[in-house]
Structures are given as C-alpha cells and as structure tokens.
C-alpha cells in the first residue's frame, strides 16, 4: 500500500486558515490523491481528491508539488465545526483500487 | 438524495451471538466497500462488493465474518458467534463506479458492542 506521512495533531484558530501538509515520496504517476476527514462519531467525509494540478471545491484547496511528493489541504477560515481527523490517501492503480487510511493529523480548532 | 443509510447504529449483542449490519447505498451506487474501526483506531479495510459479486475481502477475518450485496436489498455484514473483540464501529461506503477518482460516501456507521 502505498504510504502517506502526516502530523499527529495541528491547532488553528477560528476564521484562521489552516495548511494541512502530506508528504507521499513513493508516488507514482496515476495514483490519486484523496482527503477526508472523520468528525467524532461520524463516518469518514471525502473533501478533495486532485491527481497533478491544484483543485478547489466549496470545502477545502488542495494544493499539489510539482513533484507530487507532497500535497497541502487548505482550509481557508477554519470552523469550529472543521475540528476533525484529516487523512491523507493515495489512491493507487489496480486490484480494487480501494481507500487505506493511515493514522491522520488531527486538527484542534480554537474559538 | 439520501446518504448512505446505516442500520442499526448500535447494537449489542452477547459473545456467541450473531450481528447483522446493514447498508443502503446512495442510489444508483452499486459498489459498497466496509470498514471497521477499533476503538482508539483507524479504519481498516475489509471487503468491497458489487451488485452480486465479491471483488476484494482481503481485509475479511477468514473466520465468523461474511458479506454480501444482493441484486436486491441493502449489503448485509454477519459476523456469527462474536466475540468481545468484535466490538467496533463498522462503516460501508458506496461509490456509482469504480475508479480512482471516484469519491467514496461512507455512512454515519453501527457501533457493535459484545458484552
């Protein structure tokens, strides 16, 4: 399975925007990157998914290296309702192609 | 459009009992994947389904557990003669095709309890 690196925990302040970084230098060429997050006592939410070029959606940016070794999640005014685990995942070709989450960083938002 | 529905979301049973869990997938999904989460975990993978087939249950204790997704109805997780160690939350997931870059929709899950 294809490995991701996250922090263990981040803390951000309310309405401050918030960089959540992934490293995943094993990379190859058609794995996807996804993220989600899981609030407490929920199911796991998708948030972004983006393969080379950076993306943007109504919840988050993900901003990808031009090396794709690493890729950044961006909330851009953090809630008190984005406190969450963020999990990171390379989507990797083949088999049944399904999601393996890692341990995420989990994010303290401080009113 | 409904979200995928998870029922029930708790459920206790004692060691030797069986647990059914079950899932609708958002419609027009015919592809369900499960999770387990053990407590103070992360979620792992244990079996994907489409309509009628088994694609992967790499992640399927060989023993007491057993999924299926008939043609009709919702995608059942049997875990027969549990034990308290099966005390988890179980989450499915539905997808309308299999790809990469296909989103997953995961339920709200059922939290099993073995006392």
């Known amino acids: 399975d294809a490995k991701t690196t996250q922090p263990n925990s981040m803390e951000s302040n309310e309405e401050e925007p918030v960089h959540l970084p992934c490293n995943h230098s094993?990379?190859?060429?058609?794995?996807?990157i996804h993220w989600y997050r899981q609030l407490p006592s929920q199911g796991p939410e998708y948030v972004i998914h983006?393969?080379?070029s950076n993306v943007n959606n109504r919840m988050a940016s993900l901003a990808i290296a031009e090396d794709r070794k690493s890729s950044t999640l961006i909330l851009h005014r953090a809630t008190l309702r984005d406190a969450a685990v963020y999990y990171c995942?390379?989507?990797?070709?083949?088999?049944?192609?399904?999601?393996?989450f890692g341990k995420g960083t989990k994010l303290t938002v401080n009113p | 459009n409904a979200g995928v529905m998870q029922n029930p979301r708790h459920l206790v049973r004692r060691r030797g009992q069986e647990a059914r869990l079950r899932c609708s997938p958002m419609?027009?999904?015919?592809?369900v994947y499960w999770y387990r989460q053990l407590p103070e975990e992360g979620l792992k993978f244990m079996v994907y389904?489409?309509?009628?087939?088994?694609?992967?249950e790499s992640g399927m204790p060989k023993e007491r557990f057993s999924a299926e997704f008939p043609k009709e109805g919702p995608s059942i997780l049997r875990i027969q003669q549990v034990v308290r160690g099966d005390s988890a939350a179980y989450f499915c997931?539905?997808?309308?095709?299999?790809?990469?870059?296909?989103?997953?929709?995961f339920g709200n899950g059922t939290r099993l309890t073995v006392t």
């Open positions: 997931a539905s997808s309308p095709e299999y790809g990469r870059e296909i989103p997953l929709h």
């Open positions: 094993t990379i190859s060429g058609t794995d996807y």
């Open positions: 983006g393969l080379t």
């Open positions: 995942i390379l989507r990797i070709q083949g088999g049944s192609e399904k999601l393996v």
């Open positions: 419609k027009g999904h015919s592809h």
């Open positions: 389904l489409q309509k009628e087939n088994i694609i992967d």
